[in-house]
């Protein structure tokens, strides 16, 4: 059974930072690409940052300079940091298999003051 376990979200101010972790189990991680999406309120679900297999990154032109993605292959887990938060980041974050239909069930972060 494949599970996309995220944690880290939360309340945070602008400008700050949170990581964001997605735990996987019942698919080849290593052999996988994975991928951060996000749906902010009232909006549809969008790409935040994808990972490889190989490792190779890429980042939506929100998320360019402020996040990073990254995995431990070991841990079979996929993290996204999160810096310099603003409050439009505002939203629930989910993880994804790249290319299946594998989805958490999503963390939410909150950034406000």
Do not use: H
């Not at 999406?37 to 969008?46: A, F």
């Amino acid at each position: 059974q494949v599970q996309l376990v995220e944690s880290g979200g939360g309340w945070v101010q602008p400008g700050g930072s949170l990581r964001l972790s997605c735990a996987a189990s019942g698919i080849l991680f290593s052999f996988s690409g994975m991928g951060w999406y996000r749906q902010c309120p009232g909006k549809q679900r969008e790409l935040v940052a994808t990972i490889t297999m190989g490792g190779t990154t890429n980042y939506a032109d929100s998320a360019k300079g402020r996040f990073t993605i990254s995995r431990d292959n070991t841990k079979k887990t996929v993290y996204l940091q999160m810096n310099s938060l603003k409050p439009e980041d505002t939203a629930v974050y989910y993880c994804n298999k790249i290319g299946s239909v594998y989805w958490g069930k999503g963390t939410l972060v909150t950034v406000s003051s």
